[in-house]
């Protein structure tokens, strides 16, 4: 059964922290990797990754998606308290046509001022 | 409007009714997607819309759902007979070019079942 798992799964840390979030995938049919950030309502699109070893960069957020150990990590540095939400990550099923996401359990980020 | 748009935000309602949730995509966004987001547990697939294809319904959990997309816009997810486990948060998505292009989300639908 295809999936996806997200490490930790909570993390608090304080304001100007560098925290690293782990996702791993065991996906037939893998296509491509997301990271969204989710604090009260939409998951909200950070990354779309496809090929590994090449670092998607925003701001303070980057991620890169490594195909041969199937995982990807997102580096938030200098963190802040806006930064505190739930991290979901996803990975494109491309078993079919559909484009349907697997998501990990997420990891809930809480960064103290 | 320049999000995705699902209505209504809260929806509270007793064991046994149906209900219908909405969900207006980004416009020109062809591929829509319903996600169901659980106490504890991740988001999970339940529904696909491609344009004027066939949907993938292929994660409704039972025939009590049922969904449909009129006009390849708006979407409705109906939920008969509802059932307590049926109480999660609701979330529809659009992207522009199905699986090549990022899934956006609206703030979804808060179902209580009571």
């Known amino acids: 059964e295809d999936k996806v798992v997200q490490s930790p799964l909570s993390l608090v840390v304080h304001e100007g922290d560098t925290v690293t979030l782990n996702c791993s995938y065991e996906v037939t049919n893998f296509r491509s990797l997301l990271w969204y950030k989710q604090e009260k309502k939409a998951p909200t699109f950070l990354f779309m990754l496809t090929s590994s070893g090449i670092e998607k960069k925003s701001g303070r957020l980057s991620s890169i998606l490594d195909k041969k150990e199937l995982s990807s990590i997102l580096n938030i540095t200098a963190t802040q308290t806006g930064d505190s939400a739930i991290y979901l990550c996803a990975v494109v099923d491309g078993s079919s046509n559909t484009g349907k996401l697997i998501f990990g359990q997420g990891t809930t980020l809480q960064v103290k001022p | 409007g320049a999000g995705v748009s699902q209505s209504p935000s809260n929806k509270v309602t007793e064991k046994g009714k149906d209900v219908e949730l909405r969900c207006d995509p980004i416009s020109g966004h062809t591929a829509l997607y319903w996600y169901r987001q659980s106490l504890g547990q991740g988001l999970e697939f339940l529904i696909y819309?491609?344009?004027?294809?066939?949907?993938?319904k292929s994660g409704l959990p039972s025939d009590r759902f049922s969904a449909e997309r009129t006009g390849g816009s708006v979407s409705t997810l109906t939920i008969q007979r509802t059932q307590q486990e049926d109480s999660a948060v609701y979330l529809c998505a659009s992207s522009s070019q199905g699986t090549a292009q990022p899934q956006h989300f609206g703030d979804g639908t808060r179902l209580s079942i009571l």
């Open positions: 819309f491609q344009g004027n294809s066939a949907p993938d």
